[in-house]
């Protein structure tokens, strides 16, 4: 293990309490009860790294969907890549890419259920009890696409023998409206019904208006005690998502070096980089402002060298359903658990990341999953067998439209089956000294059929850039490709005068489509662009299995202070890519150490956490535009990084007074890449791959393309900040009949890569943004008013910063929510 410097001031904070109210004149701290390891314990009783927010903690901080999960746990980063696709990354173990059939690196679970895509986990979070962030593998326990981790989302439940509920409405700054309710009900005494709803609207953080959410939740429940030992639980729930999603910010673009670089801080080897005037690249513009749209269409589409088309209004409109059981026995040989469940998504999104004319995404996915466990916790061994089966399908379509190139993708199926048996025991060696095993054994198979018809709009005139100068591709005043959902789309919206050559059958290999004349009017025979469209159909199976264990000792030092040291593997599985000659990779694989302490003190008022962690990443997935065995430009997933990840979280909960609360965590991160080099494609050997990586040209290929081998090797992980802090105060205070508490948070992220290309632009700055809260408590317990006020400085946060090399290297950002604040009264019945 690395030898830590010094911790620096500490900002921010997360963890907190399961109660509402707050804070009421305790001087002790309250206990957290978790789930996460198949029991309920308390927080700190927990032998593994694990954040939890309870109710009251997640409606101060204002956590509403998945996007906001990161101020739950400092090690987890959540950012948006366009449409209702969600990034996650916990201490830089993720990936960029999601689609329709990209596994996540964290395991996302919902009411007991594991949700098979990321595109699944947008819908606002209804009627939450708490969620619990795992960090780090967990392979036995939650099996498979869990590398980087575990979320639970876990609702309230029915309570027998009360009828009660709460109503909630907010009102907030950019035209944010909220409503949400709850009723449990008592049917008799063996049987409980809770209803739970949710409306939340907002117009767009842009000055465009993008950005604009519109959220609807429905769930209903109902739970009856069967018998004296057993219960049964259903549940059955509907949201749909709607608005604009996150939409990138222009900031400016890379262009070729004629002469001596550029003295901007963010040229690089061969391009000098242009920024974007102030009026655009504002963090909080939008891209659809007349300026920003002047800008984009200023530049020069990439094969074609062409005007390119105004971008299209992103837009969402996603709706989630599903249904769910959990039966609960106790038995004579010990507790069984049985949870079932069936989920469908329906996703119909348009964005514009990262400077697209449209990104099309219209995919179905359905899933049903099965639990079984069998747990015992008396004798000398705690013991967990259980079995798990997981069956997925999805279809669809996707089209990526990049003005010159066109990624049309249809899918037909991708399936995936998921069968597993996993074990875990504790030996009670003695009253303080615990040693655990766990072993999980999964079977994978995944099928995936599809097609994908590449346009490309080809630029075939060159011109000098100035007399006797260097000549480069010029066919300015040329048609760019529409953006269509479908092959017969896009060409039903290319005009027939713009393909005078006429238009030849889609066959099995590159069609030249037509030659696009230069100018309306010219002659076919113009050297101009040339429109080609170039299919690649995959038809694959792939096969897996896979063992995980965890190897663990637990050592109660003191009645409130556990140490603890464990040893876990996970994998994420292998899939496809419509691509030819990279149709498949494999499972990424990591391995992580360690060493941890939870610590109460002074009648438990003092509680310290800490976790010295060490976790090595092997087979790292990484996905990335980039050009086929066919010469097609597309989107891949490639093996191609390990990592070694290690540092140090502390974690700090203060009891100061009867009144006062302060809490603190700070971590040091050192995420290695050892190993991640790849091979990307540029038109010709005369133009450099855009990276701030080290690259060297290799070859031609067979298309005609330039290969260059870019080493990444020795450069920070992503989304990976060397020191990430959080502090945070309570204050609580009456007036009169009122209880109120104040609260103030900071929390400081060091500066860090947020992109794949490790350009200085994806280099995020550090920041420190602070928020406020304000809660009044009436004395009845009958209702409380929230005033907030978040980032409360205004701060520009990226989220995520992408180079899209088919339009001139153009830069984009998008950006954490700018300040925001609003009104939350909750009354209780």
Known sequence: MPTYKTLPLVVSAVTATLAAPYLHAQTALEEVVVTAQRKAETLQDAALPIDAAGEAELNRIGVSDASM???????????????????????????????????????????????????????????????????????????????????????????????????????GNYGKTGFSGAVNLALDEQWAARLSL????????????????????????????????????????????????????????????????????????????????????????????????????????????TTPNPTEKPFLDNTFWGVNAELNAALDIGDLVVIAGYREAEADNLFINPGMQAAIIQDDQDQFSLEAR????????????????????????????????????????????????????????????????????????????????TFVNLCIRYLPVFPGGPEIPNCEGAPAIPAGATVADTLALIDAADLPVGAPGIGTGPVPYGQVPLFPGAPATATAN????????????????????????EWDVGADSLLYASFETGYRSGGFSLAAGREQYDPEYLDAFTLGSKNRFFEDRLQINAELFHWQY?????????????????????NIGSSTIEGLELDILLAATNSTRLRANVQYLKNTIDDFSFVQPTADPDVHVVTGCDSSF????????????????????????????????????????????????????????????????????????????????????????????????????????????????????????????????????
């Open 374 to 453: 069998l747990s015992t916790s008396s004798g000398p061994v705690d013991w967990i067998l259980g079995g798990y089966y997981f069956d997925e399908e999805v279809s669809g379509l996707a089209s990526y439209n990049q003005q010159s190139i066109q990624s049309t993708q249809g899918i037909d199926a991708s399936t995936s089956e998921s069968k597993a048996v996993f074990a875990r025991g504790t030996f009670n060696v003695s009253d303080s000294f615990r040693l655990v095993g766990g072993l999980r054994y999964t079977d994978d198979e995944k099928q995936f059929t599809g097609r994908s018809d």
């Open 698 to 829: 290799i070859e031609l290929n067979a298309a005609g393309n330039a290969l260059w081998q870019v080493d990444c090797s020795g450069q920070e992980g992503r989304n990976s900040p060397e020191w990430t802090a959080t502090f945070g105060v309570d204050q609580q205070f009456s007036l009169a009949d009122i209880n109120a508490v104040l609260s103030l948070d900071a929390r400081y992220r060091d500066d860090r890569w947020v992109g794949f290309d490790f350009t200085p632009p994806q280099r995020a700055e550090s920041v420190t943004t602070l928020d406020a809260t304000l809660q009044l408590d009436a004395a009845s317990g009958q209702w409380s008013l929230l005033a907030y006020a978040r980032n409360i400085t205004n701060e520009e946060v990226q989220s995520v910063t992408q180079v899209l090399s088919e339009m001139s290297n153009l830069v984009t950002s998008v950006y954490e929510p700018p300040r925001t604040y609003g009104l939350r009264f909750n009354y209780f019945f």
């Open 69 to 171: 999960l990161s101020k739950v746990s400092p090690a987890l980063t959540v950012a948006s890549a366009g449409g209702s696709n969600n990034i996650f990354f916990v201490r830089g173990v993720g990936n960029f890419a999601v689609n329709a059939y990209t596994d996540s690196a964290l395991a996302f679970n919902i009411d007991g259920i594991a949700i098979g895509r990321p595109t699944a986990t947008t819908a606002s979070f209804l009627d939450v009890n708490r969620i619990e962030v795992l960090k780090g593998p967990q392979g036995t326990l939650y099996g498979r696409n869990a590398t980087a981790g575990a979320i639970n989302v876990i609702p309230n439940t029915p309570t027998l023998g009360e009828t009660s509920g709460s109503l909630s409405a907010e009102l």
């Open 198 to 305: 949710a409306k939340l609207d907002s117009d767009g953080y842009n000055d465009d208006g993008t950005g604009a959410t519109d959220d609807t939740a429905l769930r209903g429940q109902l739970f009856g005690e069967l018998s004296d030992n057993v219960s049964l639980r259903i549940a059955a729930d509907y949201s749909t998502s709607q608005g604009d999603g996150s939409a990138p910010i222009y900031r400016g673009n890379y262009g070729f070096q004629f002469g001596p670089p550029s003295d901007n801080p963010n040229t690089i080897d061969h391009y000098d980089f242009n920024p974007a005037p102030s009026n655009v690249s504002d963090g909080f513009g939008g891209p659809l402002t007349p300026v920003a749209q002047a800008y984009y269409q200023s530049l020069a589409t990439v094969p074609a060298f």
């Open 530 to 553: 040339l429109l080609l469209i170039n299919p690649t159909e995959i038809n694959q199976t792939q096969t897996a299995e896979e063992i995980t264990y965890r190897l663990a000792a």
């Open 618 to 638: 092997d087979d790292q997935q990484a996905s990335h535009f980039g050009v086929d065995a066919s010469g097609n430009s597309t989107l891949y997933t490639e």
